[in-house]
Nanobody, 124 residues
C-alpha cells in the first residue's frame, strides 16, 4: 500500500506562484511514477504533469508547460509542483497520484493511488 498526501494549496493572485507538495509513504512508494491532475468546478479531472521514478523524464499538459515544473526528492519520497505565473483558469483541486508505468501517466485510470487533493484558487 502507498499513501499519498498533498499540501501547499491556497489563494493567490493572478501572476503569483505556489508550490504544491505530495508526500508518498509506504514500503514501495519509491517504486512508483508520480503525476498531478486537477479538477476545476464543473469540469472533469485533467492531467497536469508527471515525473518518472528517477526524475529523468517529465511530461506536461500544454496548458501548463513553461509555467509549471514537476520535481521530486527521492530521499523524502516527495514530489513537488512549482506553479508560476498562475492564471484564474488554474483554479482547481489538485490531486497527486502514483502509478506503475510512465506510459500511462496521462490517463487517470492508469493510477493505483490518489491523494485527497489540495485546493488552489487564483484570483484575477
Amino acid at each position: 500500500q502507498v499513501q499519498v498526501e498533498e499540501s501547499g494549496g491556497g489563494l493567490v493572485q493572478a501572476g503569483g506562484s505556489l508550490r504544491l507538495s505530495c508526500a508518498a509513504s509506504g514500503r514501495t512508494a519509491s517504486n512508483y511514477v508520480s503525476g498531478w491532475f486537477r479538477q476545476a468546478p464543473g469540469k472533469e479531472r485533467e492531467f497536469v504533469a508527471a515525473i518518472s521514478r528517477s526524475g529523468a523524464r517529465t511530461d506536461y499538459a500544454d496548458s501548463v508547460a513553461g509555467r509549471f515544473t514537476i520535481s521530486k526528492d527521492n530521499t523524502k519520497n516527495t514530489i513537488y509542483l512549482q506553479m508560476n505565473n498562475l492564471k484564474p483558469e488554474d483554479t482547481a483541486i489538485y490531486y497527486c497520484g502514483a502509478l506503475i508505468s510512465f506510459s500511462y501517466a496521462r490517463q487517470q485510470n492508469g493510477y493505483n493511488y490518489w491523494g485527497q487533493g489540495t485546493r488552489v484558487t487564483v484570483s484575477s
